[in-house]
């Protein structure tokens, strides 16, 4: 590294921290951070891009604030003229990562990969620009491999090393049964580095075995070892569990624009920080400012809140959406009003209907048992009055507007 860094001049030099400066934030771990700078360096001197690895198993394609986490990361190194290498596993997606799992992951059809990829490429084009990324399917090179190169492949590595990785021995200890081929997951992940010859790859935290693996076969097949930039596990709005869809505590970026804004509002105070350093476009000198006024109180949590939906709605729709979104946000939640815009469901059933079944009836809510539920919490309103009883009738009336919770609105068409 200092051979590549005496080589460079002031102002190579100057841009060699600045983006440093600007792919160390927000990072949970750098493997290794010298060699990092090195590579930076050395495509600065040579004028050459780095070559960056993200690899995906499309298994769950909707894709929410958490998963931005990495996508962010890669956008800067984008930004400053470096490749984008995004990997669709879908030869390793019929296997299934056994990362985190006490059981096997079931197999991906063929069918159900190619869905999960295309809409995969869709959202990530809200925050990179796709047409400048290289999109490669493992399937080219591992579906080529023969019997003898996967023999000679598993010779690279011992057992005592795919025995590290912490679910394997959870699982050997608990009696739980691991299949030969779940094996093979990380040794495939690591041979995807050797035909990719990336510089750097980055995954969550979570991928970290997986993602050291790229270094280990690159080193067995001559190559120059990769980087790896392991980016930390976001928080949802519970401020406990990971973003999860499951956990229903995430923000997806497909959302309308009034939904996520006021889901922000409800991010916990001590994340703040975190949410602006790992899933926003401001600069660190930005993030830092406002850090700085949080912990000294010239910036309150709240209007910190509305910066950070403002921030995410423009990032995902537009600078006019966000500007409405938070006056939706102010008239409704600090003022008690109704919004000026509700979106407008056309009835055609009965004049009379139970609050229960109109909830369902009207996507407010996804089940019955959910609406009984919502209803005993006094979350639901009709025509501004709150509805106590489960088992309320109401007649349906052109311009009835249904409120649910303090974000839902429906307002009746006859």
């Not at 579906?143 to 050997?172: C, W």
């Not at 956990?247 to 975190?274: C, R, V, W």
């Not at 006024?293 to 006019?320: C, F, N, Q, W």
């Amino acid at each position: 590294m200092t051979n590549v860094m005496e080589q460079l001049n002031q102002e190579q030099l100057a841009e060699v921290k600045r983006q440093m400066e600007i792919y160390t934030q927000g990072v949970q771990e750098i493997i290794p951070t010298e060699e990092l700078e090195a590579k930076v360096a050395k495509s600065i001197l040579e004028n050459r891009p780095l070559k960056i690895k993200l690899g995906l198993d499309p298994s769950a394609p909707d894709v929410h604030l958490g998963h931005t986490v990495v996508l962010n990361k890669m956008r800067q190194f984008q930004e400053n003229g470096h490749i984008i290498q995004l990997l669709i596993g879908d030869f390793t997606g019929k296997i299934g990562d056994p990362t985190g799992k006490s059981v096997a992951r079931k197999p991906l059809t063929d069918e159900e990969v190619k869905h999960n990829a295309k809409t995969y490429f869709e959202q990530f084009g809200k925050v990179m620009d796709m047409d400048k990324v290289e999109l490669h399917y493992n399937s080219e090179w591992l579906s080529k491999l023969n019997f003898e190169d996967v023999i000679q492949l598993a010779g690279k590595i011992t057992v005592a090393r795919l025995m590290e990785r912490d679910d394997f021995e959870e699982r050997i200890a608990l009696g739980k049964p691991i299949s030969l081929h779940e094996f093979f997951y990380p040794l495939m992940q690591g041979y995807d580095s050797v035909e990719l010859e990336c510089d750097i790859e980055l995954g969550g935290t979570d991928q970290h075995f997986n993602i050291l693996m790229g270094r280990h076969f690159q080193e067995k097949f001559g190559k120059e070892k990769q980087v790896a930039m392991l980016m930390p596990l976001l928080e949802g709005l519970d401020g406990v569990e990971k973003m999860s869809k499951s956990k229903n505590n995430y923000i997806g970026i497909d959302e309308a624009p009034q939904e996520m804004f006021g889901k922000a509002m409800s991010i916990p105070d001590e994340l703040m920080n975190k949410y602006f350093e790992l899933i926003t476009d401001f600069t660190p000198e930005q993030n830092e400012s406002i850090k700085r006024d949080l912990e000294s109180g010239k910036l309150h949590p709240r209007d910190a809140k509305m910066l950070l939906g403002k921030t995410i709605v423009r990032m995902y729709h537009d600078k006019e959406a966000a500007e409405k979104a938070e006056q939706h946000f102010v008239s409704v939640f600090r003022e008690g009003s109704v919004p000026d815009e509700i979106p407008v469901a056309e009835w055609k059933g009965n004049k009379e209907s139970s609050v229960v079944d109109l909830l369902v009836e009207l996507q407010l809510l996804s089940s019955k048992s959910e609406a009984r539920r919502m209803i005993e919490n006094k979350g639901v309103k009709i025509n501004g009055e709150k509805v106590e009883d489960t088992r309320a009738e109401v007649s349906l009336t052109d311009g009835l507007i249904v409120q649910v919770g303090k974000r839902k609105f429906k307002k009746i068409k006859m």
